[in-house]
């Protein structure tokens, strides 16, 4: 493929000088549009080392209002970043809709120097291109713009400039042993880049190859790429045309039938006390050896309402260290939040690898309050299911245990918890008007959970359904359902 | 101080019980009405090794809505902590109004592990208690609810603590070298902890030593700490009285006073051509420079509407490199920053050492805008003059260059901007209603201006007032400014 690419294309300057100041203006305009349909945009650059991306962003960047934009240079991954799945760095960088984001080399270090150094597996190079594609669809689902660059130089060229920057006593610091060990391994890489373009090359974010030997011939590329792809979307909108794709390469998930529950399941207070300290402590002396083993564990809270899953978490946490574990309450989004991907916020509360996230309530709010009271599309809730699975696979990948709890009590007790709530002046802040709504709603809700139970329990992120009728019963069986799930993770350490 | 504290005090398990179940009530429900009133509180945590700093988080964690805290473990800086003032990742973290936050140890690690263990020279650690007792002045000027706990237990008792832990398999990991190091240096660790409380205990941000050999103790004072501080503020606030304390230990700024200008000050357009080019190449240089040595540079910009801020900046950074520059536009404050002390989003976009952050706009909105609006009280936008210096001279502790601009024009300049704005169909999106309405405020603000300039002109982080009735002379001197900063400061590296 970048073979067949001609290098010795060029612009002459006068021509580049017309060309650019039209090209300049059209972008500008562009981007204040975007930024008014509430568009985000991502510009993403990858290329040979001395390619000139960084000309080039800042070419880009002269014509964009900086009020809308972002660049995020990715270099190595700091101790955060690889401490949580890879595509992590990214998702917490995703523009809110209006915005623009310039990533100067991305995600596809994964595929590109991951891969040629040898630093990873083969398998886990190759399941990226699986998670990158996956990662730029639901961008793109969400009506975001991905422009894709590949600058490209020949390797006589790059040599050229290498030696050019080191004559300049103020950039001979940019030219490094690793940027000549790359340069020697220039075939290698070809052919790693050759592979990225074939295989991420989508309808929904497609590669762009830049001849960059000319510097001028780039940028004219560069912004006509840019302008069109803006154009193409911006007048899908104005259309009220949304996103879509033929083509669906999504990942499959085996998915594991439902069980069916007896709610009747109960512990007398003295079943419970006798059980309950003893798990408690085997569960901290899990919490030390998920962090000794570096293990994260994701645990998540969803259930009826006065459920009891906010008790049960008490009783989860109680006697663990608070510098391992955090507990994610999840309410309505706030404007932040609400300004971007669904998902986004639950990445930003990834743990750490040995730290433990508990969230109290989840991204299953998709599926269930945004369907059930119409605070999304149809075509949105649906299309969850799948971007649950996959998000939840990338954790479990990445090395963590996810653990499931959907707290089911039947609705003569969840009225029973309701007026005791009412009628006790400690608990009376626990009960709101929202609840008494919902419960009107019983069965939208009921359908809601059993097709999510139904789509989202797979094998490696299986449900839990607690029978929470007896309280007693429900927080032993949460306890002992995480503490079995990390114990099992964790013989594969010990 | 420690020396004297009697650590043989015990409450009996009956006594415990029969209090906590008081004390967790009562604190939960502060909890809940500190969040109607909007007040932020901070819990901060320091004491010895194994003195049980977790336990008793957790046992509070245990009273509160999970919904309304954090807990944030403090332990080596990252490396995107490093390069920062030491006091950053604690501004980025401090709590939302009406939200809670727990320090598992904080920025008092400054004056203890950082000092003892020399880690640092003896001026910086010294400078940190001024630092320390601003930035809590700050917070609780805001309103912010401050409890500082130092858990005490004696030599012996941590001895025995770390051997316990070494018994169990799960928690040998958790006593290192550096601790049993720690536990050597116990005498000079009790010299700085007296040092520390002695220099922080103040009005705004009180210690509590709580005697932590007893568990049950222990957990009792800090509650009733907690609680009884709750109380005072809330009673205050329903009072509708404000924060305010007698003492006002500020650090003192020297002030440079104001240059008087000359706005018939210009170039011509060759003049200009003449210059630019070189002095952005000059520019690109020392950003690389910048890079070389680790110094961050921060360019605050301030002037009139119309001032030419935008295209001043363009011009600044047309041929830098843009993985080492980030332009920030501040606009009206989002729902997530509204919630937090004004100066928390500036905090957030604090530069790493080696990178350049250009603010379009910057924290003097508070004394500008938000002043002549009326959209803080007096009381803020005059305690602001300080607050500001005193983050400016953080800045410039921590290694930066801090240049500061304010763009002045004329009257009539700005009417013949605003109209080739209106006329234009490229500017027309420049301007705004709230320009005209701001134009006919000039007085106020010609008031604010001139009395931001006289007080906050510091001798370490001047203003540099720039004639920008010409355009072509304002871009030029800023770029002269900007460099001659630079490269001053570089001369020390050099």
């Known amino acids: 493929m970048l073979r067949q690419v001609d290098l010795s294309v ?10 650019m100041a039209k090209l300049q203006l059209t972008l500008g305009e562009l981007q204040r549009e975007a930024r008014t349909l509430n568009i985000p945009i991502m510009l993403v650059f990858e290329g040979w080392d001395a390619a000139g991306k960084g000309t080039m962003i800042n070419k880009l960047l002269m014509a964009l209002d900086p009020r809308g934009f972002n660049v995020y240079s990715t270099n190595a991954p700091t101790e955060e970043e690889r401490l949580r799945p890879f595509l992590w760095r990214f998702w917490i960088r995703v523009p809110a809709r209006g915005r ?33 594609n996956a990662f730029e669809r639901q961008m793109a689902d969400d009506e975001c713009v991905i422009v894709k660059f590949f600058l490209h130089i020949g390797k006589a060229e790059q040599k050229k400039r290498f030696k050019k920057l080191l004559k300049n006593p103020s950039t001979v610091w940019k030219v490094t042993s690793d940027d000549w060990r790359n340069h020697k391994q220039y075939r290698a890489y070809e052919k790693a880049v050759d592979d990225m373009i074939e295989r991420t090359h ?4 497609a590669w762009t190859v830049v001849e960059a030997e000319d510097e001028r011939f780039a940028a004219a590329k560069i912004f006509a790429a840019a302008i ?13 045309k949304r996103a879509s794709w033929k083509t669906l390469p999504r990942r499959h998930f085996t998915l594991s039938p439902p069980k069916s529950i007896d709610l009747s399941a109960s512990l007398t207070k003295e079943e419970y006390e006798d059980q309950i300290e003893g798990l408690q402590k085997r569960f901290r002396d899990l919490e030390h050896r998920l962090y000794m083993y570096r293990v994260p564990l994701i645990v998540a809270y969803e259930g009826w309402d006065a459920a009891g899953k906010g008790g049960n978490i008490k009783r989860l946490v109680s006697r663990l260290d608070p510098r391992g574990y955090e507990v994610i309450p999840i309410a309505a989004p706030n404007d932040v939040e609400k300004s971007r991907h669904y998902l986004w916020r639950f990445w930003t509360h990834v743990p750490k690898a040995g730290h433990i996230a508990i969230f109290d309530r ?33 954790f479990v990948d990445s090395g963590a245990v996810v653990v499931k709890f959907w707290l089911e009590i039947d609705k003569d ?24 709504r919902n419960r009107k709603k019983w069965d939208l809700y009921r359908k809601a959970i059993d097709d999510m139970i139904r789509l989202t329990g797979t094998k490696r992120a299986p449900w839990t359904v607690i029978e929470a009728n007896s309280k007693y019963y429900a927080r032993i069986k949460t306890l002992r359902t995480v503490i079995a799930a990390v114990e099992k993770r964790l013989k594969e350490y010990e």
Do not use: H
């Not at 990533?103 to 190079?125: A, I, M, T």
């Open 10 to 19: 060029e612009l002459s300057k006068p021509a580049y000088k017309e060309r």
């Open 100 to 132: 623009l984001a310039i990533f100067d080399r991305s995600w596809y270090g994964r595929v590109l120097g991951d891969r040629v150094d040898q630093k990873l597996p083969p398998s886990e190079w190759q399941r990226a291109y699986e998670e990158i």
């Open 202 to 205: 989508t309808p929904w974010a």
């Open 228 to 240: 069109s792809a803006l154009q193409k979307k911006i007048a899908q909108v104005k259309a009220g």
């Open 362 to 394: 989840t991204w299953y709010g998709r599926v269930m309050v945004e369907r059930v009271e119409g605070l999304c599309r149809p075509d949105e809730w649906q299309r969850a299911y799948n971007e649950i699975n996959d998000m939840e696979a990338q």
């Open 413 to 436: 007790v969840q009225l029973e918890r309701f007026n005791e709530r009412k009628n006790n002046p400690y608990k009376m802040w626990k009960i709101t008007d929202e609840d008494w």
